[in-house]
T-cell receptor, first 112, second 110 residues
Framework: KAGVTQTPRYLIKTRGQQVTLSCSPI?????VSWYQQTPGQGLQFLFE???????NKGNFPGRFSGRQFSNSRSEMNVSTLELGDSALYLC???????????FGSGTRLTVV | DAKTTQPTSMDCAEGRAANLPCNHS???????VYWYRQIHSQGPQYIIH???NNETNEMASLIITEDRKSSTLILPHATLRDTAVYYC???????????FGGGTRLMVKP
Protein backbone atom coordinates (compact mmCIF):
# COMPACT_ATOMS: atom_id res chain seq x y z
CA LYS A 1 0.00 0.00 0.00
CA ALA A 2 1.52 3.32 -1.02
CA GLY A 3 2.05 5.83 1.75
CA VAL A 4 1.19 9.50 1.89
CA THR A 5 2.94 11.33 -0.93
CA GLN A 6 3.86 14.97 -0.71
CA THR A 7 5.26 17.04 -3.54
CA PRO A 8 7.56 18.74 -3.95
CA ARG A 9 10.02 17.63 -1.26
CA TYR A 10 11.93 20.90 -1.28
CA LEU A 11 10.99 24.37 -2.38
CA ILE A 12 12.66 27.78 -2.31
CA LYS A 13 10.49 30.84 -2.75
CA THR A 14 10.93 34.58 -2.46
CA ARG A 15 9.11 36.78 0.02
CA GLY A 16 5.80 37.94 -1.38
CA GLN A 17 5.34 35.00 -3.70
CA GLN A 18 2.71 32.33 -3.27
CA VAL A 19 3.17 28.58 -3.12
CA THR A 20 1.03 25.46 -3.56
CA LEU A 21 1.90 22.17 -1.91
CA SER A 22 0.32 18.85 -2.83
CA CYS A 23 -0.61 15.78 -0.81
CA SER A 24 -1.87 12.41 -2.04
CA PRO A 25 -3.31 10.38 0.84
CA ILE A 26 -3.30 6.64 1.26
CA UNK A 27 -5.90 5.04 -0.98
CA UNK A 28 -9.23 4.91 0.84
CA UNK A 29 -8.34 7.61 3.36
CA UNK A 30 -10.78 10.49 3.20
CA UNK A 31 -9.35 12.66 5.97
CA VAL A 32 -6.34 14.82 5.16
CA SER A 33 -4.68 17.15 7.66
CA TRP A 34 -1.88 19.65 7.28
CA TYR A 35 0.73 20.62 9.86
CA GLN A 36 3.53 23.15 9.99
CA GLN A 37 6.74 22.33 11.83
CA THR A 38 9.29 24.96 12.78
CA PRO A 39 12.16 24.80 15.31
CA GLY A 40 10.56 27.53 17.41
CA GLN A 41 6.88 26.51 17.41
CA GLY A 42 7.12 22.77 16.92
CA LEU A 43 4.34 20.90 15.13
CA GLN A 44 1.22 22.99 14.67
CA PHE A 45 -2.10 22.02 13.11
CA LEU A 46 -3.16 24.00 10.05
CA PHE A 47 -6.40 22.43 8.85
CA GLU A 48 -8.21 19.18 8.15
CA UNK A 49 -10.35 18.18 5.20
CA UNK A 50 -12.81 15.34 4.96
CA UNK A 51 -14.79 14.57 1.82
CA UNK A 52 -13.83 17.91 0.28
CA UNK A 53 -15.01 19.91 3.31
CA UNK A 54 -12.82 21.71 5.80
CA UNK A 55 -13.65 20.09 9.10
CA ASN A 56 -11.19 21.83 11.40
CA LYS A 57 -8.89 24.83 11.24
CA GLY A 58 -5.92 25.84 13.33
CA ASN A 59 -4.85 29.29 14.38
CA PHE A 60 -3.14 30.51 11.23
CA PRO A 61 -3.72 33.67 9.18
CA GLY A 62 -5.93 33.66 6.13
CA ARG A 63 -2.86 33.53 3.89
CA PHE A 64 -2.91 29.81 4.56
CA SER A 65 -5.64 27.96 2.73
CA GLY A 66 -6.34 24.50 1.47
CA ARG A 67 -8.70 22.35 -0.46
CA GLN A 68 -9.48 18.74 -1.08
CA PHE A 69 -10.52 17.16 -4.33
CA SER A 70 -13.04 14.40 -4.96
CA ASN A 71 -10.23 11.82 -5.11
CA SER A 72 -9.15 12.96 -1.60
CA ARG A 73 -5.94 14.57 -2.86
CA SER A 74 -5.32 17.84 -1.10
CA GLU A 75 -3.45 21.03 -1.74
CA MET A 76 -2.47 23.84 0.56
CA ASN A 77 -1.65 27.32 -0.57
CA VAL A 78 0.27 30.05 1.15
CA SER A 79 0.00 33.52 -0.35
CA THR A 80 2.25 36.53 0.20
CA LEU A 81 5.02 34.45 1.68
CA GLU A 82 6.92 35.73 4.70
CA LEU A 83 10.33 34.65 5.98
CA GLY A 84 8.59 33.09 8.98
CA ASP A 85 6.70 30.70 6.71
CA SER A 86 9.91 28.75 6.21
CA ALA A 87 9.07 25.36 7.67
CA LEU A 88 8.48 21.69 7.08
CA TYR A 89 4.87 21.23 5.95
CA LEU A 90 3.46 17.83 6.75
CA CYS A 91 0.36 16.15 5.45
CA UNK A 92 -1.36 13.30 7.26
CA UNK A 93 -4.19 11.04 6.18
CA UNK A 94 -6.58 8.83 8.08
CA UNK A 95 -9.50 6.53 7.41
CA UNK A 96 -11.38 8.77 9.80
CA UNK A 97 -9.03 9.56 12.70
CA UNK A 98 -9.88 6.43 14.60
CA UNK A 99 -6.88 4.35 13.62
CA UNK A 100 -4.30 7.06 13.79
CA UNK A 101 -2.84 9.29 11.16
CA UNK A 102 -0.20 8.39 8.59
CA PHE A 103 2.15 11.23 7.79
CA GLY A 104 4.02 11.98 4.62
CA SER A 105 7.69 12.96 4.54
CA GLY A 106 6.82 16.61 4.19
CA THR A 107 7.68 19.54 1.97
CA ARG A 108 10.49 21.73 3.22
CA LEU A 109 9.75 25.31 2.23
CA THR A 110 12.42 27.96 2.45
CA VAL A 111 11.43 31.59 1.97
CA VAL A 112 14.28 33.95 1.11
CA ASP B 1 -8.23 18.37 24.63
CA ALA B 2 -6.22 17.25 27.67
CA LYS B 3 -2.67 18.50 27.92
CA THR B 4 0.24 16.14 28.37
CA THR B 5 3.55 16.46 30.19
CA GLN B 6 6.62 14.53 29.10
CA PRO B 7 10.29 14.68 30.09
CA THR B 8 12.32 16.68 27.62
CA SER B 9 14.90 14.00 27.02
CA MET B 10 15.91 10.48 28.00
CA ASP B 11 18.76 8.11 27.29
CA CYS B 12 18.55 4.36 26.90
CA ALA B 13 21.17 1.69 26.29
CA GLU B 14 20.80 -0.32 23.12
CA GLY B 15 19.03 -3.62 23.77
CA ARG B 16 17.44 -2.42 26.97
CA ALA B 17 13.82 -1.47 27.44
CA ALA B 18 12.97 2.20 26.99
CA ASN B 19 10.19 3.41 29.26
CA LEU B 20 8.76 6.78 28.27
CA PRO B 21 6.34 8.37 30.75
CA CYS B 22 3.50 10.77 30.04
CA ASN B 23 1.24 12.62 32.45
CA HIS B 24 -2.28 13.53 31.34
CA SER B 25 -4.01 14.30 34.61
CA UNK B 26 -6.92 16.20 32.98
CA UNK B 27 -7.86 13.43 30.57
CA UNK B 28 -11.59 12.96 29.98
CA UNK B 29 -13.43 9.67 29.88
CA UNK B 30 -13.77 9.65 26.09
CA UNK B 31 -10.19 10.62 25.32
CA UNK B 32 -7.63 8.20 23.95
CA VAL B 33 -3.88 8.26 24.53
CA TYR B 34 -1.91 8.19 21.28
CA TRP B 35 1.84 7.89 20.82
CA TYR B 36 3.74 9.05 17.76
CA ARG B 37 7.43 9.38 17.11
CA GLN B 38 9.41 11.50 14.73
CA ILE B 39 12.78 10.45 13.47
CA HIS B 40 14.91 13.33 12.29
CA SER B 41 13.62 15.03 9.15
CA GLN B 42 10.78 12.55 8.66
CA GLY B 43 7.04 12.84 9.27
CA PRO B 44 5.69 11.58 12.61
CA GLN B 45 4.96 7.86 12.76
CA TYR B 46 2.00 6.37 14.60
CA ILE B 47 3.08 3.89 17.29
CA ILE B 48 0.12 2.85 19.41
CA HIS B 49 -3.00 4.11 21.14
CA UNK B 50 -5.28 3.06 23.98
CA UNK B 51 -8.26 4.09 26.07
CA UNK B 52 -7.90 2.37 29.43
CA ASN B 53 -6.57 -1.13 28.85
CA ASN B 54 -2.93 -1.87 28.25
CA GLU B 55 -2.12 -2.34 24.59
CA THR B 56 0.67 -4.08 22.72
CA ASN B 57 1.64 -4.23 19.07
CA GLU B 58 4.72 -5.12 17.10
CA MET B 59 6.37 -1.82 17.91
CA ALA B 60 5.63 -1.14 21.55
CA SER B 61 3.48 -1.59 24.63
CA LEU B 62 1.29 1.04 26.23
CA ILE B 63 0.59 0.91 29.93
CA ILE B 64 -2.18 3.21 31.19
CA THR B 65 -2.70 3.64 34.93
CA GLU B 66 -6.03 2.70 36.41
CA ASP B 67 -7.00 6.34 37.01
CA ARG B 68 -5.85 7.10 33.42
CA LYS B 69 -3.88 10.11 34.59
CA SER B 70 -0.61 8.82 33.25
CA SER B 71 0.78 6.29 30.82
CA THR B 72 4.08 4.71 29.82
CA LEU B 73 5.24 3.73 26.37
CA ILE B 74 7.58 0.76 26.45
CA LEU B 75 10.00 -0.13 23.66
CA PRO B 76 11.06 -3.59 24.85
CA HIS B 77 14.45 -3.81 23.14
CA ALA B 78 15.55 -0.38 22.01
CA THR B 79 17.78 -0.11 18.95
CA LEU B 80 19.74 2.81 17.58
CA ARG B 81 16.96 3.30 15.03
CA ASP B 82 14.55 4.09 17.88
CA THR B 83 16.36 7.37 18.50
CA ALA B 84 13.62 9.93 17.89
CA VAL B 85 11.28 12.43 19.49
CA TYR B 86 8.30 10.65 21.06
CA TYR B 87 5.00 12.47 21.39
CA CYS B 88 2.19 11.56 23.76
CA UNK B 89 -1.15 13.01 22.61
CA UNK B 90 -4.62 12.82 24.09
CA UNK B 91 -7.62 13.22 21.80
CA UNK B 92 -11.24 12.14 21.65
CA UNK B 93 -11.82 9.05 19.58
CA UNK B 94 -13.79 10.82 16.93
CA UNK B 95 -12.39 14.24 17.53
CA UNK B 96 -9.87 16.66 16.76
CA UNK B 97 -6.58 17.36 15.25
CA UNK B 98 -3.38 16.20 16.87
CA UNK B 99 -1.95 18.72 19.32
CA PHE B 100 1.74 18.07 19.62
CA GLY B 101 3.67 19.18 22.67
CA GLY B 102 7.42 19.18 22.94
CA GLY B 103 7.72 15.41 23.22
CA THR B 104 10.58 13.39 24.68
CA ARG B 105 13.83 13.18 22.78
CA LEU B 106 14.97 9.59 23.24
CA MET B 107 18.62 8.87 22.57
CA VAL B 108 19.51 5.20 22.28
CA LYS B 109 23.21 4.70 22.90
CA PRO B 110 25.44 1.76 21.95
Amino acid sequence: KAGVTQTPRYLIKTRGQQVTLSCSPISGHRSVSWYQQTPGQGLQFLFEYFSETQRNKGNFPGRFSGRQFSNSRSEMNVSTLELGDSALYLCASSEDRVYGYTFGSGTRLTVV
Amino acid sequence: DAKTTQPTSMDCAEGRAANLPCNHSTISGNEYVYWYRQIHSQGPQYIIHGLKNNETNEMASLIITEDRKSSTLILPHATLRDTAVYYCIVIPNAGNMLTFGGGTRLMVKP
